[in-house]
């Protein structure tokens, strides 16, 4: 159920109480752990014992619990507050336990009982309305009564990120051989067993579990690996008869799988589960609900039309911006001749550590529209927080009989933030092939387009923006501040994370020096013979000696003065003059006309890569695909 989705537990004593003293109450703890159950009896004493008791056919049976020390064990004084300690929880710890003075009395024990429900965490995969997308909820069979400080998610077993919200932050498609599991944060030993998604389509989706109790059958072991087939949608047909009423399970794809369980709900509370899609009930005002493997939900039917109470909701889970509005809308029924006296909202804050359902009020921000006329009645929340994430019930208040409970599951309501998380990290090297993502803690619709900041400007890119900026290969000119927001909420900018790119340096190896030498020695070797060539040849008339002197060439001016900022130096063109001037003389004299005599060399440069100033348009720049 989806209120379990966003449970939480810790390693010892976890207890979801629910009803009055002297009621039945309901305990949920997570398989492997420890569990401390006070004595419910409201003066127990030192004869005080701990039972089991069931139903056996129409009987209440009562047995003693034995105690072995290790496993089981409970201490009745008044100090230990007559505690019943069982440790590293199995399945089959999973029963109704009392503690009473008298074992001739099962009927009362039955009604003092704690019902103890064990569990294991599950990767449980939801269909979107977005045709091939599912999403991912980190889930428990049983209500856990503390919100976690973080969820854990892995990908390929590897640990992607931790985040306080039991919502993938991703939608997510088949893909084959990738995995994902789930785990709370400090407990990674008790981790969700993996799934991978094998075949999406619009009607129906594969999951492959690794183990796990989505793969008990009669034919199959828990610890084998099981494929499920999942419609995508569910609903319910009704076939009247005279008496009673047919309700068959309607499912968008055919399901032959024999570990297909149709788990029926009767006003809200759970009715029976059944491989076979159909159920009989004679005609009343209650009201029912389906499922498939308690993971695809119908919505709620009257048998005889819309004659009962019933509640259901338009969307039950809603991933929205901080600062953002959100409409939660609900439609209800109720029986023509009694009108509900009440219609009020109710909170379970995923922000508080124990779970405590609240009503919510009006407010500046919070308004109630009323629809009396198609019984709707809408929850609209503005300017939205992370403080109002958290499951949100509606509750009719009935004339006789008091509230009408809640759905098999409310409306999952998830407020995120934006933030930027760089991979592999964020001090990175040229070369490096770097992933953007504009991350959330849950995952907005598919369609959804975002704007990405380069300190403060506008990233210009050639193709609808996405979630994640790949920059392959990296280079110093995406250095900087980045920031990304979604376009339908362009003033709701994610904080500014920095990027660091390194240039590379490349050192040269003793192969390469030797190349530089040998090449000067060419150099030197050509200007020597060009020099004995000159001086061989008969003097002319307007000088009388020869000078060599290296000076920049017109069109190298501004080269032949610096080095490339690595140490290297830049050749330009070899002159020869025909006055015979000390080099360093000639720097100081007047510019006088000569004639000269220009011998064409290449220009040599050894110089590394060069890195240019960053430009006013930053390239290099490619969506995700």
């Known amino acids: 159920m989806i209120l379990a989705e966003a449970a939480y537990v810790f390693m010892s004593f976890i207890l979801y109480i629910s009803g009055a003293q002297g009621k039945q109450k309901s305990v949920c703890s997570l398989k492997g752990l420890s569990l401390d159950l006070p004595c419910s009896a409201e003066h127990p004493t030192s004869n005080f014992k701990w039972y089991t008791v069931q139903y056996s056919g129409s009987k209440v049976v009562q047995n003693e619990l034995s105690a072995d020390g290790s496993h089981v064990k409970y201490n009745i004084s008044e100090k230990s507050n007559f505690t019943l300690t069982i440790n590293d929880l199995r399945d089959n710890d999973t029963k109704y336990y009392c503690c009473s003075n008298n074992r001739d009395n099962p009927l009362k024990c039955w009604q003092h009982a704690t019902k103890l429900q064990v569990t294991d965490l599950q ?32 990908k390929n077993r590897r640990l992607i990120y931790s985040d306080w919200s039991p919502w993938y932050q991703e939608l997510v498609s088949s893909e084959e051989g990738t995995t994902y599991s789930c785990a709370i944060k400090g407990y990674k030993d008790l981790r969700a067993p993996e799934v991978s998604l094998d075949s999406v389509t619009p009607a129906c989706f594969s999951v492959t579990y690794a183990k796990g109790r989505m793969c008990s059958s009669k034919t199959k072991s828990e610890d084998e690996p099981c494929t499920i087939t999942y419609p995508r949608e569910v609903h319910i047909q009704r076939i009247p008869a005279a008496t009673y009423v047919t309700l068959k399970c ?18 809200r509370q759970f009715y029976r589960s059944k491989q076979q899609m159909t159920v009989s009930y004679s005609v009343s005002k209650d009201s029912f609900s389906c499922g498939v493997n308690d993971n695809v939900h ?15 909701y338009v969307s039950r889970r809603i991933c929205a911006l901080e600062d953002s509005s ?64 958290g499951e949100y019930t509606f509750k009719l208040y009935k004339t006789v009989g008091g509230w009408k409970q809640p759905d098999v599951s409310g409306v999952i309501l998830i407020v995120t933030g934006l933030r930027v998380k760089i991979t592999p990290s964020a001090m990175v090297t040229e070369g490096q092939t770097v992933t953007l993502t504009c991350s959330t803690s849950c995952p907005l619709t598919d369609n959804t387009n975002y704007i990405w900041y380069l300190n403060r400007r506008p990233v210009t890119l050639p193709l609808s923006q ?37 240039v590379q340096t490349r050192n040269r190896t003793p192969a390469a020096a030797a190349g530089v030498f040998a090449l000067l020695v060419v150099i030197i070797i050509c200007l020597w013979f060009r020099r004995k060539k000159d001086s061989s040849q008969p003097p002319r008339t307007d000088t009388s000696n020869i000078i060599e002197q290296l ?41 006088q006309p000569r004639e000269v005599e220009q011998v064409e060399y290449a220009v040599v440069n050894f110089r590394h890569n060069m890195i240019p100033e960053r430009a006013p348009v930053v390239s290099g720049f490619r969506p995700h695909s």
Not at 251 to 267: A, Q, R, V
Not at 298 to 307: A, F, K, R, T, W
């Open 123 to 154: 990767v449980k995969v939801i269909p979107t309305t977005e045709g091939h997308t599912l999403t991912l909820m980190c889930s428990t069979s049983c209500r856990l009564p503390e919100n976690p400080a973080a969820y854990t998610w892995y």
């Open 250 to 267: 309607i499912t968008s794809c055919p399901l032959t799988d024999p570990k297909i369980i149709y788990g029926w709900y009767l006003n």
């Open 298 to 312: 119908s919505h709620e039917v009257c048998p005889e039309g819309l004659d009962c109470w019933s509640v259901n």
């Open 326 to 389: 959100v409409n939660i809308l609900s439609k209800y029924s109720h029986p023509y001749n009694e009108l509900p006296r009440s219609k009020i909202w109710y909170q379970i804050k995923l922000s508080d550590k124990v779970k405590t359902e609240e009503v919510v009020k009006k407010s500046v921000r919070v308004e109630y529209h009323v629809d009396n006329k198609h019984n709707k009645h809408n929850l609209r929340i503005n300017n939205l927080t992370k403080n109002d994430s």
């Open 466 to 502: 996405n979630k994640h900026l790949v920059l392959d290969p990296v280079s110093s000119q995406h250095a900087g501040n980045y920031s990304c927001a979604v376009k339908t909420h362009q003033t709701l900018i994610s904080s500014e994370k920095t990027l660091t790119v390194q």
């Open 551 to 591: 000076s920049p060439g017109p069109v190298n001016d501004d080269i032949s003065a610096q080095t490339t900022g690595q140490g290297e130096l830049l050749y330009s063109t070899v002159h020869f003059f025909k006055n015979h001037t000390h080099p360093l003389s000639s720097t100081i004299r007047p510019h």
